[in-house]
C-alpha cells in the first residue's frame, strides 16, 4: 500500500547548522506531498508542501523538492534555530484524494 | 475563524470502560480524520468521514473502535471496553470539500487518553 519512509531521528544540531531530513515515498499515483511539523503537546501544523514533480514548497526557510526520479522530497534549512526543535512528519496524498499518510516522525533538536 | 476543535484534551479510563472523543471540524469543513499517536510512535491513520458517511475505515481496529460524523454536531471516536493499549493521542483534523490536488488537512490539539 501507499507509504512514506523518513529518516529515523532524533537528529541533534547545534544553533546555525545546515538541516536535511530525508523523506521516500511509494510511487503509487502522482501524489501530493507535504511536510508537517509538530511542537509538543500540539496538533499537527503544515509547514508546506508540493503538487507536481520538479515543485519546490519552502516557508519559514525550510524547503523540499518534489523528485518524481528519485521518489524523495527531503526537507532542508540552511540555518536551524532552537525554535526549530519539533517533529517533522513527511506525508503524502493521492491525486483529487484527501486521505493522508504520514511518516513516522522526525525529532529535531537544537542546540544553543 | 475557530480551528479544529476536540474534547477533552485528556481523558482517563479504567480498563473496560468507554471513551468517547469529539472533534468540531473547522467551519465550512466537511471532510473530518481520525489518527491514533502511540507514544514515540508515528501518526497512524484511523478513519476517514463525511457528513453521516464514512469514506474509508481501513485503519480502525475491527473490534471496539468506531467513528461517525452525523448531519448535526460534532464528530465522535468511541472506544468501548477500553485496554491499556488504547492509551495514544488522538488527533482529529479536518479538510474543505475541495476537489483540487494538495488538499491540506488542519489539525486539533489532540485528545491524551491514558487508560489504567
Known amino acids: 500500500g501507499d507509504s512514506v519512509t523518513q529518516m529515523e531521528g532524533p537528529v541533534t544540531l547545534s544553533e546555525e547548522a545546515c538541516l536535511t531530513i530525508?523523506?521516500?515515498?511509494?510511487?503509487?499515483?502522482?501524489?501530493?506531498l507535504f511536510w508537517y511539523v509538530q511542537y509538543p503537546g500540539e496538533g499537527l501544523q503544515l509547514l508546506l508542501k508540493?503538487?507536481?514533480?520538479?515543485d519546490k514548497g519552502s516557508n519559514k526557510g525550510f524547503e523540499a523538492t518534489y523528485r518524481k526520479e528519485t521518489t524523495s522530497f527531503h526537507l532542508e534549512k540552511g540555518s536551524v534555530q532552537v525554535s526549530d526543535s519539533a517533529v517533522y512528519f513527511c506525508?503524502?496524498?493521492?491525486?483529487?484524494?484527501?486521505?493522508?499518510?504520514f511518516g513516522a516522525g522526525t525529532r529535531l533538536f537544537v542546540k544553543a | 475563524n475557530a480551528g479544529v476543535m476536540q474534547n477533552p484534551r485528556h481523558l482517563v479510563r479504567r480498563r473496560g470502560q468507554e471513551a468517547r472523543l469529539r472533534c468540531s471540524p473547522m467551519?465550512?469543513?466537511?471532510?473530518v480524520y481520525w489518527y491514533r499517536q502511540l507514544p514515540e510512535e508515528g501518526l497512524k491513520f484511523m478513519v476517514y468521514?463525511?457528513?453521516?458517511?464514512?469514506?474509508?475505515e481501513s485503519g480502525m481496529p475491527k473490534e471496539r473502535f468506531s467513528a461517525e460524523f452525523p448531519k448535526e454536531g460534532p464528530s465522535i471516536l468511541r472506544i468501548q471496553q477500553v485496554v491499556r493499549g488504547d492509551s495514544a493521542a488522538y488527533f482529529c483534523a479536518s479538510s474543505p470539500p475541495s476537489g483540487s490536488s494538495g488538499n491540506t488537512i488542519y489539525f486539533g490539539e489532540g485528545s491524551w487518553l491514558t487508560v489504567v
Open positions: 530525508n523523506c521516500t515515498y511509494t510511487a503509487t499515483g502522482y501524489p501530493s
Open positions: 467551519k465550512g469543513h466537511s471532510h
Open positions: 468521514l463525511q457528513k453521516e458517511n464514512i469514506i474509508d
Open positions: 508540493a503538487t507536481k514533480a520538479d
Open positions: 506525508a503524502r496524498q493521492n491525486t483529487g484524494g484527501f486521505k493522508t499518510i
